[in-house]
């Protein structure tokens, strides 16, 4: 057996004739694949590009099933539930499982479909072998949203998802839904027909009960904002989503700790009622790109490290210039003018705090400006 010792993100496995044919017409497609071919149809020059196991594929999925974000099998789709499922886990870590039929009739969505991507790359895999994709997910065949996969693609993270299954029932099931964005961006809805009829979308807690005095038998709420269980009440299920939407003016004296900042950033958080887990970013002065507080604290929570020179900063109108923090850094504030250029915005939700070595502004995300890709700035961090 060969296996990759560098793997590509995606496996195609054939064990047939016809089956390896069709997995070198996907894998001449698909550079970002790795290929796996049964001993027996192995070619001349195979040594290179296409890997090998003996003729018992379950071995091969025994051993590198979890190696790999999803898989391509042209197998029969009972042999294909077989062998998986004692290397099966959790729908959080499963990677996807595709199957393609030995004359490519149909590519068939077999194991996690939304969270491990098999619903996209069951499309993908059709459209290249000219199959029918076949996907049963309900949000998928409904048209409607995808409960867990609600903003993912830019970064959104369930606060908890402990009533996802039931919140998603109640979307699947047609029942009076409420989506209440506060922030985020607002470009999420990718399928060409339009919203479900009983999906409403508004911007605030009021605007929801104006056109629903009942309430809703699900909130999908999507904000930076703690919330409290009174204004949760509208309905029985809730699922609120973290948005990367708040932008860490942060500046310090040189050499301050990791908890001294860590310290401020969550009780100032914590103060302005806001979620940790909607932080985009720090932003600060390319003095400070080396902070080794900075730098800690953004390996930490994976959060970029953004730099802006001083005549960048000098650009933004800030509410607390200071001649005393220019005369240092050239600048005439930091961590204000910082926050507002990251944010794309010009207000700010907290003006400069200094508290002990650390201040700290606070900005929320310009989205109608800002990208759903953050370009790349100079001087940014981003960790590893």
Same mark, same amino acid.
């Given at each position: ?52 196991? *003996? ?37 959080? !870590?499963?990677?996807? !499982? ?6 490519? #009739? ?6 996690? +479909? ?12 059709? +459209?290249?072998?000219? =199959? ?43 029942? *009076? ?22 999906? #409403? ?8 009960? =104006?056109?629903?005095?009942? +309430? ?14 009174? #204004?949760?009440?509208? =309905? ?14 942060? +500046? ?18 914590? #103060? ?31 959060? *970029? ?19 005393? !923090? ?10 204000? *003018? ?15 705090? =200094? ?21 790349? !700035? ?7």
């Amino acid at each position: 057996m060969r296996i990759a010792e560098n793997p590509k993100p995606y496996a195609i496995v054939g064990i047939t004739k016809h089956g390896a044919e069709l997995a070198r017409q996907l894998a001449d497609q698909m550079p970002d694949a790795d290929l796996y071919l049964s001993e027996k149809f192995l070619q001349e020059g195979d040594e290179e590009t296409v890997y090998s196991f *003996p003729t018992n594929v379950r071995l091969l999925l025994e051993q590198i099933f979890h190696n790999y974000e999803g898989w391509i099998l042209l197998i029969s789709l009972g042999a294909v539930v077989r062998m998986i499922a004692p290397v099966l886990k959790d729908k959080k !870590v499963d990677p996807a !499982v595709v199957v393609v039929d030995d004359k490519a #009739q149909f590519a068939i969505s077999v194991l996690s +479909g939304h969270l491990g991507g098999a619903n996209a790359l069951t499309e993908r895999v059709a +459209g290249i072998l000219g =199959a029918a994709p076949v996907v049963t997910t309900a949000s998928d065949v409904s048209g409607t949203i995808a409960v867990d996969l609600l903003g993912r693609e830019f970064g959104w993270k369930i606060d908890d998802d402990r009533q996802v299954t039931p919140a998603s029932a109640a979307v699947v099931n047609e029942e *009076p839904v409420v989506v209440i964005q506060e922030t985020g961006e607002t470009n999420w809805w990718k399928r060409k027909s339009p919203i479900p009829k009983q999906i #409403q979308v508004v911007g605030c807690v009021e605007e929801a009960r =104006a056109i629903r005095a009942q +309430g809703y038998n699900a909130v999908l709420w999507v904000s930076d904002r703690l919330l409290t269980e009174d #204004q949760l009440s509208i =309905a029985p299920y809730r699922v609120v989503y973290r948005p990367k939407s708040i932008v860490l003016g942060l +500046g310090c004296n040189r050499g301050t700790s990791l908890e001294e900042i860590e310290n401020v950033v969550f009780t100032t958080l914590e #103060q302005q009622r806001l979620s940790w887990k909607s932080v985009a970013c720090i932003a600060t002065i390319s003095l400070k790109k080396d902070e080794e507080g900075f730098l800690a604290l953004s390996q930490k929570y994976g959060w *970029p490290l953004v730099a802006y020179e001083p005549e960048e900063l000098n650009r933004v109108p800030i509410p607390n210039p200071s001649d005393t !923090v220019h005369k240092f850094t050239g600048a005439y504030g930091v961590s204000e *003018p910082a926050a507002m250029l990251s944010a794309s915005t010009d207000q700010l939700l907290l003006e400069k705090t =200094a508290s002990g070595n650390v201040t700290i502004a606070l900005a929320r995300v310009n989205f109608s400006k800002k990208s759903s890709t953050t370009p790349a !700035v100079e001087g940014m961090e981003v960790p590893s």
